[in-house]
Nanobody
Framework: QVQLVESGGGLVQAGGSLRLSCAAS????????MGWYRQAPGKQRELVAV???????KYADSVKGRFTISRDNAKNTVYLQMNSLKSEDTAVYYC??????????????WGQGTLVTVST
C-alpha cells in the first residue's frame, strides 16, 4: 500500500558529503512523519533523524550539526543531507514513514535500505 524508494547511498571519504532521498508512493492520504534510521553491522537499528508534523525535528546526538533532514510534502519525499561524514556513520540507512492510507491509519512503512560507506 505504501512504497518507499531510496537513493543516494554509496562510498564517500571521511569528511565528505552525501544526500539521501526517499520518495513515498501508494494509497496515501497523508504522511504524519518521515525520517531516517540506520543499522551498522552487529548493531541495533537506531533513529538518525525524524520530522513529525507539529513537532520539532529530532536528531540523534551523534549526527547533530552534521546531518540535516528535510521534506518536500508535495512529492512525499524526505531527504537527508549528510556532511562531515565519519567512519562511524557507515551503515545501511532506512527511510521510514508514518502514513494514513486508504487501508489503515498510522501505517508504518520502511524502505529497503541504502548502504553508506565512509572510508578513511
Amino acid at each position: 500500500q505504501v512504497q518507499l524508494v531510496e537513493s543516494g547511498g554509496g562510498l564517500v571519504q571521511a569528511g565528505g558529503s552525501l544526500r539521501l532521498s526517499c520518495a513515498a508512493s501508494g494509497s496515501i492520504i497523508n504522511i504524519s512523519a518521515m525520517g531516517w534510521y540506520r543499522q551498522a553491522p552487529g548493531k541495533q537499528r537506531e533513529l538518525v533523524a525524524v520530522m513529525t508534523n507539529g513537532v520539532p525535528t529530532k536528531y540523534a546526538d551523534s549526527v547533530k550539526g552534521r546531518f540535516t533532514i528535510s521534506r518536500d510534502n508535495a512529492k512525499n519525499t524526505v531527504y537527508l543531507q549528510m556532511n562531515s561524514l565519519k567512519s562511524e556513520d557507515t551503515a545501511v540507512y532506512y527511510c521510514n514513514a508514518v502514513a494514513i492510507t486508504t487501508y489503515a491509519a498510522s501505517l508504518i512503512a520502511w524502505g529497503q535500505g541504502t548502504l553508506v560507506t565512509v572510508s578513511t
